[in-house]
Every structure is written in structure tokens, then in C-alpha cells.
């Protein structure tokens, strides 16, 4: 299916989801999808309480394997959260693979106050220098790389004007985000070099499954596992500062690129607090 196809796919699903309705759905026989890292049946879990789609939306789609993505917002009851979807289609626009992230402030682990949603022109526009599928999974993965033991070595390629926005807030560039990040006030490439997430023991089950080439897009799923034994840690400008992270848990996550001129240039992400080394449905057939 080409880019307009998917989107229209994605277009039907948003508003029958708005509608509580699945079953208007065209859905593949074998169809798997999970909501949160857990397989439900299609139709269950936020099918059931959504109240309304939030007027952010930023789409992005993978022709060459059939599938397009999703960053907006979801209202139910309590709260707006940030939402994320993935949709695997086939060449009858029926539905393979559905999976969400929805980050519902009430149940998360780690609260990010004041969220708001926003669009980025840099995201919607095309790549001017794109780079070739291979090259932008490997910045991707390298940045998973810069995270993980975070201790100053870059893995990967920053734009000069690189940020960051995680759960509906910004991360970098951002001092309000100190009371979280000590080093929130800096941009994505400055923020690395400090080594200030070194208790990001360990990024597993990466996954990169959709690469916008025309939009110079890649969304990676993946778990970040947090062990909490750091208590304290140098960073590489000598400052000492207290880990945030002090109890076993993992972030269940959602990453998208912006990857142009060999460069990232903008990240949106979204995760959730799952048990300690949860594994992912994905992995398993």
C-alpha cells in the first residue's frame, strides 16, 4: 500500500477507536494487538473508555512493509494522555498488527507535570538530505547505545539544534526539568556528554519497525531496565548527583526519530513504567 493508503487505514481506525467500535475495523484473521506491552483481544482495553481524540496528531508511514504510525493524544475519564499507535497493514488494508503506548499519568511511575501537545514543523517535514534505510536505523540504535551506561561516549550523531520531548514535555533545553534531569537545561548532545544516564543499566528488545524515508522518520520500541542499585554517581564535569532511579522497574518505550544529514534532529518519545525486565509479546510469535 502506498503513504495515502496507510493513511487512510489509520484515518478509520482513529475514528472508529473515537467510536468504541472495532468491529468496523477490517481486521487480518491472525491479527495481534497489544495495548502497554500486553496482548488484548481487539476491541478491549482503551476500545472500551476512550472518550474523544485529542487535537494533536503527528502520522508517519513505512510503504515498503506496510506501516504507518501514530503520536497524538487519547481522553478518557480521568485524563488526556499521550498516546502512541502502530499499525501493521497488508496489501487488502487489513489489519495484522496493532500496537499502543498509552501513558496515563495516574498509573505512571515516574509523573511528568504539565504536559502539553504540540506540533513540530521539523517532524511533519520532508528530510532534505535523507539517508538511506540501513543509516537510520544505525543512528537510531546508536542512540540507544549513548543511553545505555551513559558515561560521555557518543554512539551516534546530534544536530546542533537536537531536542527532545518525552510524555508531552520537553527534556532538553528545558531548566524547569531540573528537579528530574540535573542536566535538562542542555541540549541532546551536551546532556549525553555529561554521562548523566548512567542508570540506564540496560536498553533491550529494540525494535525498529517502521522507517519513514521520505520524512526521515524511524520509531523504535524497546525497554529501558533500571536495576536502582546506583546511589550516587560522578559527572564527567566532576559534579557528584543522586540517582533518581532507586527500585527495580523498566520503562516500555516509544521513540521517534528525526534523522537528516546524518544527524538526529528531533526526538518524541513515550513510555510507561512496566515491572523489571518485562518482556515484550513482540518477541514471541
Known sequence: MNRAELY??????LQALA???AQAMHWAASNRTSENNVMLAAGDGLWGTIEGIGSYRLLFADPATGHVGYFG???EHIEESAFTLRLKVDSHGRIEEAES????QSDSGIKFENPRYWDKPILNANAERPGSRDDMIRLSNGYFDTLQLNDGTLHTRFHIDCNRV???VQTTHNPEFAKIVPVSALGCEAQFKMGNYRYDDRLRGRRF???DEERGLVLAFGFIDHSGRLAEYQLTDGRTVRSP???PHSFYLAEL??????MIRQIEANFITVPYNMPSPWDFP
Do not use: S
Not at 8 to 13: N, S, T
Not at 101 to 104: F, G
Open 209 to 211: 519497525p517502521i522507517v
Open 101 to 104: 503506548i498509552v501513558v496515563r
Open 257 to 262: 526519530f528525526k534523522i537528516d544529514q546524518g
Open 19 to 21: 467510536r468504541r467500535d
Open 8 to 13: 487512510q487505514v489509520l484515518e478509520v481506525y
Open 166 to 168: 518525552e510524555n508531552g
Open 73 to 75: 493524544t487519547v481522553h
Open 245 to 247: 532511579v532507586r527500585r
